[in-house]
């Protein structure tokens, strides 16, 4: 089934014993407050974890596992975007005597189902990011989500200061319908008036998120409309290799609102003096997401304090325009298929993209 299982519990136990100074264990002293005494098993459900995004936040969420002794077994499945696998790994987990579930449940509420039957033979499960849909405490004990609409609202804001007078917005996001798409253009159309005018087809151009699509799309986009005036995506890497469609057709790339990625940042760094109007503005990309849905699944297993968070917001990142030194952060040493704004090291981001 694509499973990893790292069992621990004897090991940390006799590492925590080791470090005891003065009658005190240092290791006793660091443990997070959202790590009970109650030892559980946790497994990390991927609906899709073929792309180094996914791979940073798998390392990120097992890193966090790591931090709580009370965790002696940590499982991890990829569904690899087949939604049968994904709900045949939930059921899967639980049968073999898995306490806690995090589901990053791609498929949506098509996923539903298989979560509302494991929260009922009382396991913990707890979905993030993605609206499965349902009521927490009747289908699943918590869902974490993200601030999409808020990262609209920071898109937008950035929007009106740099083009005070209005302008043509190009927006792109990942598959058709999307909750994550559909939530982030509320957030701009709620700060953004008449006078910027989106010139995608409603809601947004569609891109699945995809490094090639998203190239075909905007080179059609770039033909349809003489002035693009921003872009605003939600994933800024998949642009990479797109926006030299600009300079192909003897225009400057755009303002770009978007969030980050070592490539993203390197390209800009390499492209701006001969683009004057790339202006960047990033959000964090939103690794850390399913740190805080660990930390939940973990208290709500071991017994720990429940997190005072439940909806994680990506701070803005990055700001071209801001006159700060190093605005917009690049490594050209590292791989480009990291992300600076996460927790985990670019170090340890680059060992995760197996790079």
Sequence with gaps: MNYKSITRGLAISAATAMLSMGGASIAQAEVPSWCGPKQATLALLDGYGGNSWRQVTTASGKQTVELCPSITTYEYADGQGDTQKSISDIKSMAAKGIDALVVFGDAGPAMLPAITSVHKAGKVIVPYRVNVGGKEGENYAKFIGSSFENDGVTWGNWIKSILPNGGNVLFLSGPAGNSQGLDELKGLKSVLGPEYVFVNPEPFAVTNWDP????????????KNEKIDVIVSDFGPSLVGALP???KQGKSIPALATSDGNSLGCFWQDNQAANPDFKLFTVATGNDNVRLAVQWAVALATGGELPKEEIFAAPAYEDSVSGKPNAVQCRKDLPGAIYMSSE????????????
């Design 245 to 247: 469609a600009f300079t």
């Design 344 to 355: 985990l090291s670019p170090e340890d981001q680059a060992k995760a993209v197996g790079q």
């Design 212 to 223: 090639a699509l998203t190239q075909k799309v905007l080179t059609a986009e770039i033909a």
